[in-house]
């Protein structure tokens, strides 16, 4: 196997088990907060609500920062740093008293975790041009497995053996990741060149200069936002739908875990589809059929149809994320891409901190439909972009 395989396989990997080890919280998070002596629920949800939405929000504060570090002191060292600080911090959180504590806790572990921008330099950095497509595919499909499995895993030893102990096992689990880094990726640091030594301002307006690049930013932010935003109101809407289930939270689960798996299958795909299709045709198909699906789940009569349907929106949807993250990769010059993936990452995870926020406005002032709705709009809205702009892409 060529050792730029290995080194992709390897952060592959790395990325599920750093994406179960942060995911694999939120199930939990607000109901440990009435073991740390929150007794009003109105106060926990609103402690829940913070320390849920921190984490996110500093990786997205934080993404360009650390993908500069890479330039300057390697690939290798930064990420043997995040996850050597995601280990003390994990173990850390098992041992808190406070809410406070652990909002705290909370908001450290979303600074020091770029770990998705970080690994999607570095195969963007060691990855042939040609064979892009396939590994941005395997990384998405990597980071959608670590999304699926996290969830489920924390829920089970949460309610088995306590609220501490998955920090416990998530800190471990950072730390083999840590000596997997140590011991299998090993790659040159990137060569500064004079084009490279520009400040952070001057490539962020480099960056919004490039309308190609603005379009792929939005692209990512949607994708983010359409998996996300509908989190919050699927258990309500299923509730609704079900007339009062005692297995609603079962149900959306399991919606949520297959939506999960087909996009994952869809982002493995990537690579063979797009040597047969152009990314232009791709880009534009699967938005067009995201947004349609998105309005075909609001009309599903019953659970069992919206669950095939949101199945069907994962397989449109994982496409975007590999084919953007290609597009913005080849957009620009090599020694630029560990920057614009930063930047791009901060704007893709800010979709994860927008989604629930506006998904709920919408949902208490319009109903759970228009939640459907509105995010139907936003692909057909960025279709459209994407048709008025198809002559700038270059393949």
């Not at 935003?229 to 739908?241: A, D, E, S, W």
């Not at 297995?247 to 869809?266: N, P």
């Not at 709920?360 to 319009?366: D, E, L, P, S, V």
Request: hydrophobic share 55%.
């Amino acid at each position: 196997m060529n050792r730029w395989k290995e080194i992709v396989y390897t952060i592959a990997a790395i990325q599920i088990g750093v994406g179960i080890a942060v995911m694999g919280v939120v199930t939990f998070i607000p109901l440990f907060i009435f073991d740390l002596g929150i007794e009003d629920p109105g106060q926990a949800a609103f402690w829940a609500g913070l320390i849920s939405g921190i984490t996110p929000f500093m990786i997205a504060l934080t993404n360009p920062w650390w993908t500069v570090q890479c330039e300057k002191h390697g690939h290798n060292r930064i990420l043997m740093s995040i996850l050597l600080c995601m280990t003390v911090l994990m173990l850390s959180t098992a041992f808190v008293q406070t809410p406070q504590e652990l909002f705290f806790l909370r908001m450290l572990q979303g600074a020091s975790g770029g770990f998705i921008a970080i690994g999607l330099s570095l195969i963007a950095y060691v990855t042939p041009a040609e064979k892009l497509p396939w590994a941005m595919g395997l990384f998405q499909a990597a980071m959608v497995m670590g999304i699926m499995v996290g969830p489920v895993t924390g829920g089970l030893v949460a309610d088995t053996m306590g609220y501490r102990v998955p920090f416990l096992l998530f800190g471990g689990l950072a730390f083999f990741c840590f000596l997997l880094t140590y011991f299998l990726i090993h790659v040159k640091k990137p060569e500064k060149t004079e084009k490279s030594r520009v400040s952070m301002l001057e490539n962020f307006r480099y960056f919004l200069s490039n309308p190609l690049i603005r379009l792929m930013i939005l692209m990512q932010f949607l994708v983010n936002f359409g998996l996300t935003g509908i989190g919050p109101i699927l258990p309500l809407y299923i509730k609704q739908m079900s007339g009062n289930s005692p297995m609603v939270a079962t149900l959306a689960g399991v919606i949520l875990f297959a939506a999960g798996l087909t996009s994952a299958l869809s982002s493995m795909s990537v690579g063979k589809l797009s040597s047969r299709i152009s990314y232009a045709k791709l880009l534009l198909g699967s938005t067009i059929v995201t947004g349609v699906l998105f309005i075909i789940q609001y009309w599903a009569p019953n659970v069992f149809l919206l669950g095939v349907f949101r199945a069907m929106t994962g397989l449109s949807i994982g496409l975007i994320m590999p084919i953007a993250n290609t597009i913005l990769t080849t957009s620009v010059p090599a020694e630029k891409r560990s920057i614009v993936i930063g930047v791009t990452s901060s704007a893709s995870m800010m979709g994860n901190v927008a989604g629930p926020i506006c998904s709920g406005a919408i949902a208490m002032q319009y109903g759970y439909g228009a939640v459907f709705w509105s995010t139907a709009l936003f692909f057909m809205a960025a279709a459209w972009m994407l048709w008025s702009r198809k002559g700038q892409f270059s393949q």
